[in-house]
């Protein structure tokens, strides 16, 4: 079973920054997906981003793209998620999720592996 483990998020003003790591515990396909969900309270579920661990192409939301970007350390088995401009509508649980290719990530049922959620506040 692969273990996710979220860390980096915390409370910061409209238009600030912050990057949000996850570290698996192990990776079993050089092809994994990771990336970011994330709900708000009273919300459903949102895709944040996506990406491959081979890199290449991201996935995003129309609502982060341009402000959001996901990278990884393949040697730290982290995924990140740098998030700049933020704004208070930002302000949710994120979690780090991960599955075996982007089309699974991204199908019907969602990713198979989850985090435990860090919480995000946007706030002045």
């Known amino acids: 079973q692969v273990q996710l483990v979220e860390s980096g998020g915390g409370l910061v003003h409209p238009g600030g920054s912050l990057r949000l790591s996850c570290a698996a515990s192990r990776r079993t396909f050089s092809t994994y997906a990771m990336g970011w969900f994330r709900q708000a309270p009273g919300k459903e579920r949102e895709f944040v981003a996506a990406?491959?661990?081979?890199?290449?192409?991201?996935n995003y939301a129309d609502s982060v793209n341009g402000r959001f970007t996901i990278s990884r350390d393949n040697a730290k088995n982290t995924v990140y998620l740098q998030m700049n401009s933020l704004k208070p509508e930002d302000t949710a649980v994120y979690y780090c999720?991960?599955?075996?290719?982007?089309?699974?990530?991204?199908?019907?049922?969602?990713?198979?592996?989850w985090g435990q959620g860090t919480q995000v506040t946007v706030s002045s």
């Open positions: 999720a991960a599955d075996r290719t982007i089309s699974q990530f991204m199908g019907i049922g969602g990713p198979d592996y």
């Open positions: 990406m491959r661990w081979s890199g290449g192409n991201t």
